[in-house]
């Protein structure tokens, strides 16, 4: 397993982290009240980080809500075909894909 930070505002923060068993997975812990992006029905990755490390590198992502106890799953094409990018000042730009597009599991 990999973990991937950004600094912002002079803080290291963790965006995800890539599990590298049988399929190569990006994993971000989100937080409903706090990740979930309404308008866009969505969760988002840092930009940067998904362009530097992710795109043609894994395969599948996953955003797993401790809040909503729920993991949404898509392929790495998938959500780049139905993705959009937003800039959300002071924040680092971001890249989201609707979750309609996702595979929900219920975690137990």
């Given at each position: 397993m990999k973990e991937f930070h950004i600094t912002q505002n002079g803080k290291s923060i963790k965006v995800?982290?890539?599990?590298?068993?049988l399929i190569y997975t990006f994993i971000k812990y989100?937080?409903?009240s706090k990740h979930y992006f309404n308008k866009g029905n969505s969760y988002g990755i840092d930009l940067e980080?998904?362009?530097?490390?992710?795109d043609n590198k894994i395969h599948i992502i996953k955003f797993i809500d401790t809040e909503l106890n729920?993991?949404?799953?898509?392929?790495?094409?998938?959500?780049?075909?139905h993705s959009f990018i937003l800039h959300f000042k002071p924040y680092k730009a971001q890249i989201f894909s609707d979750l309609k597009n996702f595979t929900k599991i219920k975690n137990s």
């Open positions: 995800g982290e890539i599990h590298f068993d989100v937080k409903y980080t998904f362009e530097q490390y992710l729920a993991t949404y799953s898509i392929s790495i094409e998938e959500f780049k075909k």
